[in-house]
């Protein structure tokens, strides 16, 4: 079972930067496909990102040009660069893993979640 760490969440004013981290243990990073989700109040959970094991990506249009999903399998961690933040992006985020043979069961292990506020 991937045990999934996220950090870097904080609050930022509208227009700023963050960068989140996960860090994954307990299995071959390589073979998983990694993604992050967000859930804002009140709002069900967004798939905002996601990245597969080779490195191809795929991005909600809300976050198109602003978000960067990447990942280090050296270090078994995936990045979400967020750039040009706004309000709208206040969200609790969430790191998930899926086995990248495994795409239709969906991204079933999940990080305990970080907390990004933006603020006007």
């Known amino acids: 079972q991937v045990q999934l760490v996220e950090s870097g969440g904080g609050l930022v004013q509208a227009g700023g930067s963050l960068r989140l981290s996960c860090a994954a243990s307990?299995?071959?990073?390589?073979?998983?496909?990694m993604a992050w989700y967000r859930q804002a109040p009140g709002k069900q959970r967004e798939r905002v990102a996601t990245i597969g094991g080779g490195g191809s990506t795929n991005y909600a249009d809300s976050v198109k040009g602003r978000f960067t999903i990447s990942r280090d399998n050296a270090k078994n961690t995936v990045y979400l660069q967020m750039n040009s933040l706004k309000p709208e992006d206040t969200a609790v985020y969430y790191c998930?893993?899926?086995?990248?043979?495994?795409?239709?069961?969906?991204?079933?292990?999940w990080g305990q979640g970080t907390q990004v506020i933006v603020s006007s």
């Open positions: 307990g299995v071959l990073f390589s073979d998983y496909a």
């Open positions: 998930a893993a899926r086995r990248i043979w495994e795409a239709s069961t969906g991204f079933g292990s």
